[in-house]
Nanobody, 125 residues
Framework: QVEVVESGGGLVQAGDSLRVSCTTS????????IGWFRQRPGKMREFVGS????????YYSASVEGRFFISRDDAKNTYYLQMNTLKTEDTAVYYC??????????????????WGRGTQVTVSS
């Protein structure tokens, strides 16, 4: 069983930056594919970004490209989503997910096996 826990959400103003973190624990794959998703009020969960493996490729959705950045510290089983120039439309619950990097697919909820409970990010105008 793998536990995934997000932290670092909060209330910020538009234009601010915020970093959310994700830690994993328990028996898992030797390397992890990490995905970040978000669910805005009244919307379905959507892809934000993914780090496919240590030193591997990183992908982002068009809506966050150039503003959000994923980094990872595999020695600490900790993964980060740095969010810059936040907009009110970035308000959402942000979820971290972990999956097997042997699968090249990364954009879909079904690409990940383990999920955190999410952390709320609220951006005020």
């Amino acid at each position: 069983q793998v536990e995934v826990v997000e932290s670092g959400g909060g209330l910020v103003q538009a234009g601010d930056s915020l970093r959310v973190s994700c830690t994993t624990s328990g028996r898992t794959y030797s390397r992890l594919k990490i995905g970040w998703f978000r669910q805005r009020p009244g919307k379905m969960r959507e892809f934000v970004g993914s780090s496919t493996s240590p030193g591997g490729n990183t992908y982002y959705s068009a809506s966050v490209e150039g503003r959000f950045f994923i980094s990872r510290d595999d020695a600490k089983n900790t993964y980060y989503l740095q969010m810059n120039t936040l907009k009110t439309e970035d308000t959402a619950v942000y979820y971290c997910a972990a999956g097997n990097p042997s699968s090249s697919s990364y954009r879909w909820v079904g690409d990940y096996d383990y999920w955190g409970r999410g952390t709320q990010v609220t951006v005020s105008s």
